[in-house]
């Protein structure tokens, strides 16, 4: 079944102990990014990229860190989480078609609280 | 930069009626792409609907059609015989092609939570 995986999918955290949610896609998709959704901001981009090695800052990169080593894995990395990173994290993946978007597919989530 | 805007935080709808969902969106690019999410309770993301800007016919998913004014940059969608099971928060996102974006990244609104009661 294709589909794109985090984990955890709920994480309760204190400030500042490092965390890294997972993502993995077995669809064999070049393009990887992380959003986070917040309430009445919808869903904000966080970091992304294009393909194995190569990684960029999104929307709102501040706090975060990602690498793509492999091209199926796409974690993301909180150094040093505090209060403000509460919220609901989701993985996304897609073929990179030319000049076409490709479908985007989300993870299921993973709720993360600082406390 | 692009922004997407839904003035409606929260709706309701009687089973089995029909009920529109605002958007409205601000790009300068010619050429862009519209969707409409839906996230239930167990908070996956599915995709509704995709609406190329290029193409001037409404697309329809089934119950789901969207009532796309390029013009008024607006971009509402439409659900008929509303099911118990539509019950979700809907986002509208907006995403211009990837020679221009170089993130692939959509832009979202802030969400319509949808209500189906029985």
């Known amino acids: 079944e294709a589909q794109v995986t985090q984990n955890p999918r709920y994480l309760i955290t204190v400030t500042g102990k490092k965390l890294t949610v997972t993502c993995s896609q077995n669809?064999?998709?070049?393009?990887m990014s992380w959003y986070r959704q917040d309430p009445g901001l919808g869903l904000r981009q966080i970091y992304y990229?294009?393909?194995?090695?190569?990684?960029d800052k999104g929307d709102v990169p501040e706090g975060y860190k990602v690498s793509r080593k492999e091209k199926r894995n796409f974690p993301l990395i909180l150094e040093s989480p505090s209060p403000n990173q509460t919220s609901l994290y989701f993985c996304?993946?897609?073929?990179?078609?030319?000049?076409?978007?490709?479908?985007?597919?989300f993870g299921e989530g993973s709720r993360l609280t600082v406390l | 930069a692009q922004t997407v805007t839904q003035s409606q935080p929260e709706m309701s709808v009687q089973e089995a009626e029909t009920v529109t969902l605002s958007c409205t969106y601000d790009?300068?690019?010619?050429?862009?792409?519209l969707f409409w999410y839906k996230q239930p309770p167990s908070r996956q993301m599915i995709l509704v609907i995709r609406?190329?800007?290029?193409?001037?016919q409404n697309a329809t998913e089934n119950r789901f059609s969207v009532n796309f004014q390029k013009a008024a940059k607006s971009f509402s969608l439409k659900i008929s015989d509303s099911q118990l099971g539509d019950t979700a928060m809907y986002f509208c996102?907006?995403?211009?092609?990837?020679?221009?974006?170089?993130?692939?990244?959509?832009?979202f609104g802030g969400g319509t939570r949808l209500m189906v009661k029985p």
């Open positions: 996304a993946s897609s073929f990179l078609v030319g000049l076409a978007n490709g479908e985007l597919f």
């Open positions: 669809m064999n998709h070049e393009y």
């Open positions: 990229s294009m393909n194995v090695e190569v990684t």
């Open positions: 790009t300068s690019e010619n050429n862009y792409y």
């Open positions: 609406q190329e800007a290029y193409k001037q």
């Open positions: 996102a907006s995403q211009v092609p990837l020679v221009l974006n170089a993130g692939n990244m959509l832009t």
